[in-house]
């Protein structure tokens, strides 16, 4: 399996504020194919800036289908009159990525929606991801989980809270409400979501059967974990894929 990357999807130091924003608008075009999106809310962000402050989303209740590189928002996570614009973003989006980008530079890219099997496993009591396959164990270690769910998440608490909870894990899963993914690059972002996505299907049709899990030991875990480490390059592989079909389909994300 190649581990070769695609330099053009590096690192957001040594990427363009329109690079990042191409990047961005595939992923939400890609969100749609996948059926990670719900109706027009839900918000992906990129940091521009090296504080992580100034930072890329998408406009209010704009659907991902429709959103090209020039319809995001530059927006500034310290700035107080942000919701008082005339193209203030979803107050809830302001909420957690606005906080988020301010207190957590490490968090250049965030991703945050309602895919069926992650708000699925997100609504049981306890919604932990269980290492029963390679899917499920590449994220053993790697989730925190928020089961203090207090509405609309769109009060400062809420996303204080919220960002305190992610820490420095790049899934968080949000009891009673969906996932936020976390990472250095969006085509990580991408390729974490797309994984996080299939594991909680996995783990939803093993609990569907009635049968006890095998769950690994968390020796076996954590190994497994740790050999998904050295494959970070298939992710750009893959983000690259999707974006160059993209080109060819939906080539007006980039305008």
Same mark, same amino acid.
């Given at each position: 399996?190649?581990?070769?990357?695609?330099? *053009?999807?590096?690192?957001?130091?040594?990427? *363009?504020?329109?690079?990042?924003?191409?990047?961005?608008?595939?992923?939400?075009?890609?969100?749609?194919?996948?059926?990670?999106?719900?109706?027009?809310?839900?918000?992906?962000?990129?940091?521009?800036?090296?504080?992580? *402050?100034?930072?890329?989303?998408?406009?209010?209740?704009?659907?991902?289908?429709? +959103?090209?590189? *020039?319809?995001? #928002?530059?927006?500034?996570?310290?700035?107080?009159?942000?919701?008082?614009?005339?193209?203030?973003?979803?107050?809830?989006?302001?909420?957690?990525?606005?906080?988020?980008?301010?207190?957590?530079?490490?968090?250049?890219?965030?991703?945050?929606?309602?895919?069926?099997?992650?708000?699925?496993?997100?609504?049981?009591?306890?919604?932990?991801?269980?290492? +029963?396959? #390679?899917?499920?164990?590449?994220?053993?270690?790697?989730?925190?989980?928020?089961?203090?769910?207090?509405?609309?998440?769109?009060?400062?608490?809420?996303?204080?809270?919220?960002?305190?909870? @992610?820490?420095?894990?790049?899934? #968080?899963?949000?009891?009673?409400?969906?996932?936020?993914?976390?990472?250095?690059? $969006?085509?990580?972002?991408?390729?974490?979501?797309?994984?996080?996505?299939?594991?909680?299907?996995? @783990?939803?049709?093993?609990?569907?059967?009635?049968?006890?899990?095998? $769950?690994?030991?968390?020796? #076996?875990?954590?190994?497994?974990?740790?050999?998904?480490?050295?494959?970070?390059?298939?992710?750009?592989?893959?983000?690259?894929?999707?974006?160059?079909?993209?080109?060819?389909?939906?080539?007006?994300?980039?305008?």
């Amino acid at each position: 399996m190649s581990m070769m990357l695609d330099m *053009s999807l590096s690192s957001p130091e040594v990427r *363009s504020e329109q690079a990042l924003r191409e990047d961005l608008a595939a992923a939400f075009r890609l969100a749609v194919r996948f059926g990670w999106h719900e109706s027009v809310g839900n918000h992906f962000s990129a940091a521009v800036s090296e504080d992580g *402050s100034k930072f890329l989303m998408n406009p209010k209740w704009r659907h991902f289908s429709e +959103i090209r590189a *020039s319809d995001l #928002l530059l927006l500034d996570a310290n700035d107080e009159t942000v919701m008082a614009g005339e193209k203030a973003p979803d107050p809830s989006a302001w909420c957690i990525h606005g906080t988020v980008h301010r207190t957590n530079p490490k968090a250049r890219v965030l991703f945050h929606c309602h895919p069926p099997n992650a708000t699925a496993l997100a609504t049981l009591q306890d919604p932990s991801m269980k290492p +029963i396959d #390679l899917n499920t164990a590449r994220f053993f270690g790697k989730v925190a989980v928020d089961l203090g769910f207090g509405g609309m998440a769109d009060e400062a608490e809420e996303g204080r809270r919220i960002a305190e909870t @992610l820490g420095d894990k790049p899934v #968080l899963i949000m009891g009673n409400h969906g996932v936020s993914v976390s990472a250095v690059t $969006v085509a990580e972002a991408f390729e974490t979501l797309y994984f996080f996505e299939r594991a909680a299907e996995t @783990l939803l049709k093993a609990y569907s059967t009635g049968q006890p899990l095998a $769950v690994m030991s968390d020796n #076996l875990a954590a190994k497994t974990a740790a050999e998904w480490e050295p494959y970070v390059g298939m992710g750009y592989e893959h983000f690259g894929f999707w974006k160059r079909e993209l080109d060819r389909s939906e080539p007006d994300y980039k305008n």
